[in-house]
């Protein structure tokens, strides 16, 4: 990849961090609580405008947006690029003659590849 191509990425993932993760700055509430003994704790929730945490629809898309970007895209794409890898580890000849350094090679390879 090209410089210009890799800060291009490397942007886009900051700004798509910034747009996930604004809504808990703009829906975040911090509440304190005291105890009778004189202890006190603050706790922070999400207060969204469609109603209580455990009932928001809104939450509810944004945790399924959240899951679906931060985990299943980037499983989903490890899976992709370790088969490619893995495909062409097991599928690779070699070329004209083969020494048993190249024998050797080859199986050193499919063994990492397993171990992954």
């Known amino acids: ?5 890799t ?3 490397t942007v886009w993932i900051w700004i798509l961090s910034v747009i996930l993760s604004f809504p808990n700055l703009l829906y975040s509430v ?4 005291t105890f009778g003994n004189g202890d ?10 469609d109603g209580p945490m ?15 970007v931060t985990y299943v895209l980037p499983i989903t794409s ?19 003659e083969c020494t048993q350094k190249q024998k050797e090679s080859v199986k050193s390879k499919r063994k990492v590849n397993i171990a992954v």
């Open 1 to 5: 990849m090209s410089r210009t191509t």
């Open 7 to 9: 800060l291009n990425i």
């Open 30 to 33: 911090t509440r304190v609580e």
């Open 40 to 49: 006190y704790r603050v706790i922070c929730y999400m207060e969204w405008p």
């Open 54 to 68: 455990t009932r928001s629809d809104d939450e509810y898309i944004y945790n399924v947006v959240i899951l679906v």
């Open 78 to 96: 490890m899976t992709f690029t370790y088969f490619r890898v893995g495909r062409e580890l097991w599928g690779s000849q070699s070329i004209g």
